[in-house]
């Protein structure tokens, strides 16, 4: 995400329907790619209810 911008939709279709695990391997895959927490990156690029929906799904609360 990085300075890039955030396609709402994507971010949404990619993190809001996948499984528990799924998240777990797409979190690990960018980490690896983009050196910072795929967390991280959606505190930075979001903001408000909707930031805090899509961290409390990839926290898994």
Known sequence: ???LGT???DLI???VSRSEVD???IKHEYES???TPL???IKSEC???YRKA???IVEGN
């Open 23 to 25: 998240l777990k391997s």
């Open 1 to 3: 995400m990085a300075g």
């Open 39 to 41: 967390v991280d990156a």
């Open 47 to 49: 903001s408000g209810d």
């Open 7 to 9: 396609s709402d939709q």
């Open 54 to 56: 899509l961290v409390a």
């Open 33 to 35: 790619l983009y050196e």
């Open 13 to 15: 279709r990619i993190i």
